[in-house]
């Protein structure tokens, strides 16, 4: 589990990434964010407030491009491989097949 006092709630996230609430919701629950880098409350349900680490924020704003880019939805397990692979600007699906991307400074 993530811990740190420099952490970022749900809406500092959303807001740097532009990513929504409803998508990043929608990626965690979907393995394609790590549960690693967000503390999750004990309780489930509406009115717990997960804390993420700072370090989500390259990579969602990267998934955030690559998807906004594509005409139609990517499946979880590439979305997942991005966020791992984030800081390589690349994603090899086939040998002749590429998603690239230029990693935020």
Do not use: E
């Not at 919701?25 to 004990?42: E, F, K, R, T």
């Not at 509406?46 to 005409?71: I, K």
């Amino acid at each position: 589990m993530y811990t740190s006092t420099k952490d970022l709630s749900s809406t500092q996230v959303c807001d740097a990434t532009r990513v929504s609430y409803r998508q990043l919701d929608y990626w965690l629950n979907n393995g394609v964010i790590p549960a690693y880098h967000v503390q999750l409350p004990s309780g489930r349900g509406s009115g717990h407030h997960r804390r993420w680490s700072p370090d989500v924020l390259a990579p969602l704003t990267v998934l955030h491009y690559v998807t906004a880019a594509f005409p139609m939805p990517l499946d979880t397990t590439i979305l997942a491989d991005i966020y791992i692979k984030w800081s390589r600007g690349v994603l090899h699906l086939t040998d002749d097949v590429a998603i690239t991307w230029t990693v935020p400074t």
